[in-house]
């Protein structure tokens, strides 16, 4: 071969190999989507037994593969939704979810890509649903994998010959080169961080010709099972070690299932030969699925003693997060399960406040080992945000009480306050990062000080509205006085503060790129204190507050609804139109007041206890 053909065939084969990862990334993706929270649903509800779990387990992992269903699990474990017992037996499903959807690879339908690349296509732009555009897409992507496959074997095909010394390493006739092509394929298989492209290039090699007895291209597989543990331990690494210890537990699982497949070795090749007679692909695919089978029957009954060395394995003085308190058998006492909310709704609170701790250190010294914890602990809020939402949705089927149904819609509030909270947070040590990389930008040590002094009056009402969340104070109002008196010294401090940076501005002492960070950090920190004072104007409410009586009392059957028949469309698109600069005649009648500007008479002014652009009280 010519140096030209060489490259040639070195890009086709890596232009096949980015269509096939490519085309695997778009299915999944697109499936996970069409899921919708369905896959979070789920796998949060794998913890009801080991059985559940691994069932489950199977379906996320056929739909997402393992790395992208661990990953799920390990930021489950990080918020604290799912503990690290209860992932086990989902990890081992997943594992077995994907060898399935390999199984679907394996099939001889490459000459169908093209199909289904075209139905998808149509699919995803002609019909309107967005849960069948995602259907469409996931389609495409399943044809380019195919495509990407039957790119590499017709490329390498006409030169297999040239290419059985470079192969020749790969062989699984004795233990040492069995040993050897695991380690090249487990290395090759995180480069590319993918087990499905592995494997899919495995077959594409088969289909080659490259690749003709089971034993030379069987340790291909294998390996694969190791590399893509590269995925959720990469993701786990800003994460507590909880998740981690999920991640590592993915990696322990394929070392075992691995060495087992090994150790029974000749027996497997029996068994896979015996299962698809003279189809090599075939043969491959259900040597995944009857390792990954095979382990999880093994180990399954063992999942108590595989966590303990999984945790004898990662020592730790790291204390686990604090475990969920939403817990399902407490729905039908409603008393009960605020209680639990309440709770929930703290621990939400007391990341926010481990996140103004992490700022404050990024103002600092950014580092990238704190920033990532910052964004971890949003990653937690958000979590603990969805698990919050179908709680109460939960709830809200049970016989309420009036109290209790207002008493939800004010915990629904403070969750979304809370939440909005960690996203000023996040914003604000995305700014710290910025600014540390422009010296320009640095102050002068006294206005610094006027800076840091505020940012610590924004922590203490941030600390004070986590303690608010006291299921067993006596009352709610009492802490929302004291997050209301925090607030107007900050708002005071924070004026101050906006004069002396414009002077500063004015009179040259800083930068304006100095000015334009200042401006943003206040920014923030107003935002985040304005959703401190809403959440205490909530807990002001009568209605905030757990009555102990009510504690033990079981939720009454929800009584019966008959829903009120649909308003007419038309009648209110009238009074829509009404209401728009265009009348119904289709003339451009501009309002006399520009848009954006509150008439002096309007009787939606400003109201006197509020700053403009802060947000009327709940």
């Keep these: 071969m010519s140096a030209q053909q060489i490259i040639l065939l070195l890009f086709q084969v890596l232009g096949g190999l980015s269509l096939f990862i490519y085309g695997m990334h778009v299915m999944t993706g697109s499936l996970r989507q069409a899921a919708g929270n369905s896959l979070r649903k789920i796998l949060a509800r794998a913890t009801r037994s080991r059985l559940h779990g691994v069932v489950f387990g199977i379906v996320v992992g056929f739909l997402a593969h393992s790395g992208a269903a661990t990953t799920m699990l390990a930021g489950f474990i990080n918020a604290g939704v799912m503990t690290l ?85 790969i062989r699984g006739d004795t233990w040492g080169w069995r040993l050897v092509g ?33 034993n030379q291209a069987g340790v291909i597989v294998i390996g694969a099972h190791i590399g893509t543990c590269i995925v959720p331990i990469l993701a786990a690494l800003p994460m507590r070690i909880g998740a981690k210890r999920a991640a590592i537990s993915h990696l322990l699982f394929n070392l075992l299932n691995v060495a087992f497949a090994l150790l029974v070795w000749p027996l497997l090749v029996r068994l896979c030969e015996w299962s698809a007679p003279g189809d090599l692909v075939r043969q ?48 039908s ?79 629904d509030r403070c969750m979304k306050d809370i939440e909005r909270i960690g996203d000023h947070l996040t914003h604000i040590g995305d700014t710290s990062v910025e600014r540390n990389k422009i010296a320009a930008a640095l102050l002068p040590e006294d206005l610094f000080r006027t800076w840091f002094t505020l940012f610590c009056s924004a922590k203490r009402v941030i600390v004070l509205m986590a303690r608010s969340f006291d299921p067993d104070t006596a009352s709610f109002q009492n802490n929302a006085l004291d997050i209301l008196r925090a607030r107007d010294a900050y708002m005071i401090q924070s004026m101050d503060a906006r004069a002396d940076f414009v002077g500063a501005v004015r ?14 950090y206040i920014e923030d920190l107003d935002r985040l204190v304005r959703r401190a004072k809403s959440i205490a104007l909530a807990e002001r409410q009568p209605d905030f507050g757990i009555k102990q009586r009510k504690l033990k009392k079981v939720a009454q059957t929800a009584l019966s609804y008959t829903p009120p028949s649909r308003v007419n469309p038309k009648e209110y698109l009238a009074i829509l139109q009404k209401d728009s600069p265009f009348d119904s005649d289709g003339d451009d009648d501009l309002p006399e007041t520009p848009p954006g500007i509150i008439p002096a008479n309007s009787p939606h002014q400003v109201p006197p206890d509020e700053t403009p652009g802060e947000e009327p009280p709940a």
């Design 333 to 411: 006492k409603p008393e009960q399960a605020l209680v639990a909310v309440i709770k929930e709704l703290r621990r939400m609170a007391e990341v926010c406040v481990d996140s103004m701790m992490l700022n404050g250190r990024l103002i600092l010294d950014p580092t990238r080992k704190i920033y990532r914890r910052l964004i971890s602990n949003e990653e937690i809020i958000n979590e603990v945000r969805r698990s919050m939402e179908d709680y109460l949705g939960r709830l809200t089927n049970n016989y309420l009480s009036r109290r209790q149904t207002l008493f939800l819609q004010h915990l």
């Design 507 to 520: 009179d040259k002492l800083i930068t304006p790129v100095g000015g334009y960070f200042l401006s943003r």
């Design 85 to 169: 017992g209860q992932s086990i037996a989902p990890v081992f499903g997943a594992n077995i979810g994907t060898s399935l959807s390999m199984q679907l690879v394996s099939f001889h339908i490459a000459s169908y890509c093209w199909v289904a690349i075209g139905i998808g296509f149509l699919i995803s732009a002609l019909v309107p649903s967005d849960r069948w555009s995602k259907l469409g897409n996931a389609l495409i992507g399943f044809g380019l994998l195919f495509l990407g496959m039957d790119t590499i074997s017709s490329g390498i095909a006409p030169h297999k010959e040239a290419l059985a010394p470079l192969l020749e390493y």
């Design 182 to 214: 695991v380690g090249i394929s487990a290395m090759l298989t995180a480069l590319i961080t993918s087990s499905g492209a592995m494997i899919g290039l495995c077959f594409a090699l088969v289909h080659a010709g490259v690749f003709t007895e089971f």
């Design 284 to 331: 491959l695919a259900n040597l995944h699925t009857f390792v990954m089978v095979g382990a999880t029957l093994l180990l399954l009954p063992a999942t108590k003693a595989f966590t303990r060395v999984l945790l004898w394995l990662t020592p730790s003085k790291e204390p686990d997060p604090a475990p969920t308190f939403l817990d399902d058998t407490l729905l």
